[in-house]
């Protein structure tokens, strides 16, 4: 599959099966995500890899949808904002480096035929509690991964001409 098929193939799946992710694959897309460029090569985030149904089910109180609860994995994307680099204007790239890392994440669980689905809309107090995250570092997303069992939906994009401006807006 070359970039433009694996762009087109990737989708927010919402529905997986239960069986499990084998574990060479959970290891490429781990290795895909640290490949991820940050800026200042800060790497200012952390990964949780959560297995355990029981804090599965609790992050399920965080964001409540049963398809979260059907995967046998869910990974969580924390930043550590201390650690990022910071522009001259203050703009901290935290939530940037984190959303890369993010992106390789379900890039890479794409080529290997996994689904995954980008979720922000948790509660984060929720989250920093059950994942007992240290002082400092924050939820950035969340995403199951695991065997797709939903086709996802059809993609709905604006057109080139809405956004992409050529040499001034
Ligand atoms: C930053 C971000 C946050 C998102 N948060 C959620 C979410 O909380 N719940 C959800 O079901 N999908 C979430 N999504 C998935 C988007 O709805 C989805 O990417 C978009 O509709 C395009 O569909 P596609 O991913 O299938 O191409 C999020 C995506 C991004 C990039």
Redesign the pocket.
Known sequence: MNFQELAAQ?????GYRSDPVDEAALEQVLAAANLAPTAANRQPFHLVVVRDPAVRHALGLA?N?DWLRSAPLLLAVCTEPAKAWVRADGKNYADVDG?IL?DHI?LCAADLGLGT??????DPAQVKNVLQLPEGIEPL??TPLGHPADT??P???KPLTAFVHHDRW
């Not at 990737?10 to 919402?14: A, L």
């Not at 689905?117 to 948790?122: E, G, K, P, Y």
């Open positions: 990737r989708c927010s799946i919402r964001y949808r959303a993010m379900t689905c980008w979720i922000a809309a948790f997303a969340l996802g939906r993609k709905l994009r």
